[in-house]
Nanobody, 120 residues
């Protein structure tokens, strides 16, 4: 069984920084793309950033230049460094990973989410 567990959310003032982590565990054969999504109250879930197994990245326009996604393949972990945070970044942030388990077919897995609140 594969699990994704996020950590690092919390309350931060505008202009501040947070670093989110997401560790994949379980019976994993390989991990392809990993990414972060967010869902603000009353809004649909949206892509924040994604990183391939080779390290290529893509960002939502709203976070370019402020957020950085990275991964440690040896630890099956993806990170999201968030700088210059704005109140509109407030949301539940979800980790996503496209994983091939040791038994079964590759599929998307989701974490349970971590809340980021940007407020003074």
């Amino acid at each position: 069984q594969v699990q994704l567990v996020e950590s690092g959310g919390g309350l931060v003032q505008p202009g501040g920084s947070l670093r989110l982590s997401c560790a994949a565990s379980g019976s994993i054969f390989s991990i392809n793309a990993m990414g972060w999504y967010r869902q603000a109250p009353g809004k649909q879930r949206e892509l924040v950033a994604v990183i391939t197994s080779g390290g290529s990245t893509n960002y939502a326009d709203s976070v370019k230049g402020r957020f950085t996604i990275s991964r440690d393949n040896a630890k099956n972990t993806v990170y999201l460094q968030m700088n210059s945070l704005k109140p509109e970044d407030t949301a539940v942030y979800y980790c996503n990973a496209h994983i091939t388990p040791r038994a079964g077919f590759n599929m998307d897995y989701w974490g349970k989410g971590t809340l980021v609140t940007v407020s003074s």
